[in-house]
């Protein structure tokens, strides 16, 4: 089955440095195969007759952990996920600016959601679906308070996004 890895933090300002030639070289040491990187920040396809998303996110994380010293969250989700993900955007319009929008995936659905709901965001906008937050930036990624530390700290989940662009191009790797 083809997965994706979504790593969070890693390469970012300096910090979690890791060359994706030596994190490839060590899914392969960890029975992963056709795994291939795409960009600097951690995004990672794969296949792997291991069907349980969850073993294959702590079994990735605790090998970075072993090799690298670095404890970095890792979600894995499938091509099929990836791609209903996309599908499913409710901010795609024929309008819509699409560097404005962003795709947060989560560790799972979150519970409670009041803490995040009752946040002003101002312009920025999102929606829940079920393990995803849909994100719009009307002011910038960069500027946003609805970043991805606050949507952690509010729903008390492991979080990582990637720009619309990225999440895409997931697909044709």
Known sequence: MKYIALLRGINVSGKNKILMKDLRALLVKTKLSAVNTYIQSGNVCFESNETDTIKLALDIKNSIKEEFNLDVPVLVKTFENINYIINKNPFITDTIDVKKLYVAFLWKKPRDTSKLDTFDFGKDSYI??????????????????????????????????????????????
């Not at 679906?129 to 606050?150: E, M, T």
Request: net charge positive.
């Open 128 to 173: 829940i679906c079920d393990d995803v937050i849909y994100l719009k930036y009307d002011i910038g990624a960069g500027r946003s308070k609805l970043s991805v530390r606050i949507i952690e700290k509010k729903l008390d989940l492991i979080a990582s996004a990637r720009n619309w662009r990225t999440t895409n191009k997931l697909l044709t790797l």
